[in-house]
């Protein structure tokens, strides 16, 4: 008999049996054929209600990992991909239906094989395996089908639509889905293995008799339906009732931009107390705080409308109440039931009207398990002891007008374990709103530039004013002395003589009475003048001096409000920390280790933006060290370790960064392992690996898709994925660190800015354009003289003390031109985690602090050297640069050029070494021919970002005509295509006299020696597996063109 508490998912199971075998009904009345694997499906979903009811499912494999499940992956490659992969999934499912009513189509079954080894090709390429994997014993049995080898059966078609519905499940790279996805995957593959292998599905015993179970859940059913009286029929039919108005009820935008980040402040809160009690099952303080924050939570969704929340968190706030009087015990197992009804909160607060269905069922369960917990409360009841007392009296002792009005007040503050902070008064401010307040005091600092600016101008004006008014006074004082004690020449015209009544002025003596003439007038008019110039200057000066103090004050006023508006943005770092609590729970859970999470430093803060890119990261981090960090308990124990290992996540301010630390006591990296797979994979020569250092050797794990995995298909090692932590990571103009002590664990160390738009740089003059550098990166400024320059080859280097620091023009640097180094010019060193180098300018024009604004979309611009762009006081666009991609690409390309050289030496004496440098890389034209957008597009960046123009053709017809049009440095071309394959490509390639020298590689998923060897001997010139390897296949490029350079010559 079915159990009372599975009579809900019962039901919901005979409705979907019902659906479903009403609509293969139709298909086999339209003349095609039964599914097996939906009865199977079915079987599976009906043996769990019957517990006597044998399974054919196997025994569950080892686990699969999660990052291989749900790979982080670059949203660029996931934007063309995406779409392809639906394509092909679209395609496939045509294909299917085809096939069930003609299962003897050929033409349709190599379409099916040619679409999946397609969509395989382009998820091996771009780092998604599991899909990879998942279709390739598709392609498999596609190709057994096609040689006879085995028929096209039902079974067959079966397990491929499963496969197709599993990618589907893939593609939405849910981590909810992760338990799921690994019962699944090595189900379908399996099953696909055992069809190409002739043997008979696992399920397919079973699926020829699914009518027994139907009739068994339809007669429980039936039986069950007869007693109305019975609660449970109103319980089990509840989930009918879980309309869409009531999960997703339609609110006010306002209403929800103030509920929404107080509700995921209750639920990170919820769930990092839950946590909490799982350790601390009898404390009081943990479960008043539980009952509080879901309390307070279910006064407010009642108050904004959000019922379904409301209800949700009042079946938790009643059963907490219980607990906090001591009528119940917290069980392991209750935290489970809690924690998922946290995730379904989540869920609702996504409201998201396309998963309304998975919601309606997600919400039924959890509200079950909740109901559930009421159960076995009875038995659960203390009977020794008092019970726990409180000050406060209980939640029904509590006026209903309280429980209302709580919710309007502010949300208390939270601590990043859960714990309630002291009541402080807080504001909500949209980010929206803050991003324009950060705007703005952007503006206010160009415009603060601008004043200097004026004002120096204005001082200017000054110096030339008193320039002015000392020329005056030398010739006033010049003037005076020549004529202010001058007599007047007595007129002997009658007209000018003075009048009768004034002649008795000449009585009077020059000392007895002053005379004046019109030069002693200008004189007098003059020294007025001058006093009037001085007195003007006097205040000018003032005005100057106070407007100096002024702009003091305004840049005080500037800097005070940009920190404080930063610091609005600022959120506790410890805010993504809880999350990663749940998630090692999980993980450990899901491999078998036991593993505690040690955090500290949880309210360092760091701006938003900050957190939300660094969250990815660190859940890979945390994930590798559960996964291939920590030991299992009986190898800790048998090395003398703690059988439960630890992981801890440190965060702490170090100056204007903030620094996050990563560290576990596993078993640390295998460096001698990764030196002989770097060496494998010829990313390094064997003597350079063997001198390496060890801080050296580790670097490799950051190369994309380095693994240490000993098989295929094995949990991923190490460093898969670990390319993407770091682009991240420098992206937002920080670096990651490793150490590792074998046996004794690893650590990860994160450096990051506090914020990413407002910085201080050091603005240069290159030629004519102003750059600015970043002052975080600038180690020192100095200048370049003839004791401290050296010349090393073609090389110069700088000694500072007994540092030798190489020098380079910063417009050589940026590929602008070449430069010559001089002497007397200032050298700037910047430092990042790529390593040291000085760059050489022609002016260093001060310190400013920038407003960080993004590149947005000029294509002409090559972004690889900068990290943003800033406008200077006198409104021009400066170009910010990014001082580690910078160092990364010279370095890589000063890497690159040194083993094309040498292999290019080894293999060909009379080839420079210098061979092809005569023309740039900019102007060397490739032609990529692939019939899969995802790889055109993948491989396509990579050869653009190492400098070559790309051009690309989607199959070998179209790739034959544009090499007939265009003189192509080198041709990329896949094997497996329409139209013309590659081998026909070859061929017609070298039937050409125009391209008969041009070297050609073959990039396929096809390894065999059989494939390769067929390509060399029709003229291939190198033969590439796929999935590609960046800087392999750049210098299997380099080295094939400084060949054909040399051959022109």
């Known amino acids: 008999s079915i159990e009372a508490s599975l009579w809900p998912k019962a039901l919901e199971i005979l409705r979907g049996m019902v659906a479903s075998f009403e609509s293969q009904l139709k298909v086999v009345a339209d003349g095609g054929a039964e599914d097996p694997s939906v009865s199977a499906r079915w079987k599976g979903e009906v043996a769990g209600l019957f517990p006597s009811l044998p399974t054919a499912v196997p025994a569950e494999p080892t686990l699969l990992a999660a990052d291989y499940l749900v790979p982080i992956l670059d949203a660029e490659v996931l934007s063309y991909f995406a779409p392809e992969a639906d394509e092909y999934l679209q ?129 429980a059913v039936m039986d069950r339906a007869e007693k109305s009286a019975s609660p449970e029929v109103e319980s089990s039919s509840a989930t009918s009732a879980l309309t869409d108005e009531y999960l997703l009820p339609p609110l006010d935008a306002e209403v929800l931009s103030y509920f929404a980040p107080e509700a995921q402040e209750y639920l990170e809160s919820l769930e990092a107390q839950l946590l909490r009690l799982e350790k601390e099952q009898h404390n009081p303080e943990v479960i008043n705080q539980l009952f509080r924050t879901a309390h307070t939570l279910k006064g407010s969704a009642y108050t904004v409308g959000f019922q379904s929340i409301g209800d949700l968190t009042h079946y938790v706030e009643d059963f907490m109440g219980a607990v906090r009087e001591g009528r119940v015990n917290i069980l392991p197992g209750h935290t489970d039931v809690l924690l998922r009804s946290v995730d379904v909160v989540r869920l609702l607060m996504r409201r998201d009207p396309t998963s309304l269905d998975m919601l309606r069922q997600r919400f039924a369960v959890a509200m079950q398990g909740l109901k559930q917990l009421d159960q076995p409360m009875t038995a659960q009841v203390v009977e020794s002891g008092p019970a726990v007392l409180h000050a406060e009296a209980p939640l029904e002792q509590e006026p209903r007008d309280q429980q209302e009005a709580e919710p ?110 019109d030069f002693n007038i200008l004189a007098r008019r003059i020294s007025e003048v001058t006093a009037d110039i001085s007195e003007s200057m006097t205040q000018l000066s003032g005005s100057i001096r106070r407007s100096h103090e002024d702009m003091s004050h305004l840049a005080q006023l500037t800097l005070g409000m940009r920190d404080e508006i930063a610091r609005a943005r600022m959120v506790p770092v410890g805010t993504p920390f809880t999350r990663f609590r749940r998630a090692t729970r999980e993980m450990a859970r ?92 010829g990313l390094v020569r064997p003597e350079v690996a063997r001198s390496l250092p060890e801080s050296e050797v580790i670097k490799f794990i950051f190369m994309p898709g380095f693994s240490t995995a000993d098989q295929i298909g094995d949990q991923a090692g190490r460093g898969v994925g670990m390319d993407v932590v770091k682009r991240v990571i420098e992206s937002m103009n920080g670096h990651i660190d490793v150490e590792s002590i074998r046996g004794v664990g690893t650590k990860f160390t994160l450096s990051l800015p506090l914020t990413l738009l407002i910085a201080t740089a050091l603005m240069v003059r290159a030629g004519s354009e102003r750059y600015g550098i970043p002052l975080p990166a600038v180690r020192e400024v100095t200048m370049l003289t003839p004791s401290s320059h050296q010349r090393m080859g073609e090389r110069s280097i700088l000694h500072i003390g007994d540092e030798a620091i190489e020098v380079q023009p910063l417009q050589q640097l940026l590929n602008r031109s070449s430069v010559p180094v001089e002497i007397g010019k200032p050298v700037v060193i910047v430092r990042t985690a790529a390593g040291m180098i000085g760059m050489l300018v022609d002016e260093l024009l001060g310190r400013q602090e920038i407003v960080i604004k993004p590149l947005g979309s000029f294509k002409s611009l090559d972004r690889s050297s900068f990290g943003g762009a800033t406008i200077d006081p006198e409104g021009r666009v400066v170009l910010v640069l990014d001082p580690a991609r910078l160092l990364a690409r010279e370095a890589q390309a000063a890497q690159v050029s040194e083993l094309t050289s040498d292999s290019t030496m080894s293999a060909d004496p009379i080839v420079p070494e210098a061979e092809g440098s005569d023309q740039k890389a900019s102007e060397q034209l490739i032609l990529l021919i692939d019939d899969s957008l995802s790889i055109r597009k993948f491989v396509g960046r990579m050869l653009e970002s190492a400098g070559y123009k790309v051009e690309t053709a989607v199959d070998g017809e179209e790739g034959l005509r544009k090499a007939s049009a265009q003189d192509y440095r080198l041709i990329l071309t896949d094997l497996e295509m329409p139209k013309l394959n590659g081998y026909e490509v070859i061929q017609g390639l070298r039937s050409r006299a125009q391209t008969q020298q041009t070297p050609i590689i073959v990039m396929t998923t096809r390894a065999g020696d059989k494939h390769r060897q067929m390509a060399l001997n029709i003229g291939a010139s190198s033969y590439i597996a796929k999935p590609v390897e960046e800087r392999a296949l750049i210098q299997e490029i380099e080295r094939w063109i400084g060949k054909e350079a040399a051959a022109r010559k």
Do not use: W
């Not at 998820?123 to 190709?143: L, N, Q, R, S």
């Not at 902070?421 to 601008?450: C, K, Y």
């Open 590 to 681: 899901a491999t078998g280790k036991e593993v505690t999470l040690v955090t500290s430093g949880e309210h360092t803060e760091v701006d938003t933006g900050v957190v939300e890119r660094l969250v990815d990261p660190l859940v890979h981090l945390v994930r590798n060290a559960v996964y291939h960090g920590i030991e299992p308990a009986a190898v800790r124990v048998s090395k003398g370790k703690p059988a439960t290992g630890t992981i801890y996540l440190h965060a702490a301010h170090r100056g204007s960064a903030v620094l996050i630390e990563v560290e576990d006591d596993g078993a640390g990296l295998d460096v001698e392992k990764i030196r002989a797979k770097a060496v494998e994979r």
């Open 91 to 219: 395609t496939m499912e045509s294909l299917l239906h085809r096939l069930r009513q003609d299962p003897k189509d050929g033409e349709t079954i190599y379409t099916l094989y040619r679409t999946a080894h397609t969509l395989k090709g382009s998820a091996h390429t771009i780092g998604f395996k599991v899909i990879g994997d998942v279709v390739y014993p598709v392609e498999d049995c596609m190709i057994a089908v096609r040689e006879g080898q085995i028929s096209l059966s039902s079974d067959l078609l079966g397990a491929v639509g499963r496969a197709v519905e599993l990618i589907r499940l893939l593609m939405r790279r849910d981590d909810g889905k992760v338990s799921q996805l690994q019962h699944d995957v090595p189900e379908v593959t399996l099953a696909l293995a055992q069809i190409r292998n002739g043997e008979q599905m696992a399920v397919s015993a079973q699926a020829e008799a699914p009518i027994v179970p139907v009739l068994q859940v339809a007669t």
């Open 408 to 517: 309007a007040k502010a949300a208390e503050g939270k601590s990043a374990d859960g714990k309630v902070a002291e009541d402080r008064e807080v504001i909500r401010v949209s980010r929206d709103r803050l991003e324009r307040l950060l705007n703005l005091v952007g503006e206010l600092v160009i415009g603060r530039g601008r004043l200097e600016q004026r004002l120096h101008m204005l001082e200017q004006l000054s110096q030339q004013v008193l320039a002015c008014k000392g020329r005056l006074v030398e010739s006033v004082h010049s003037f005076e002395e020549k004529h202010t004690f001058t007599l007047p020449t007595v007129s002997s015209d009658p007209a000018t003589a003075p009048a009768q009544g004034l002649t008795g002025l000449s009585d009077f003596g020059s000392l007895e009475f002053d005379k004046y003439d």
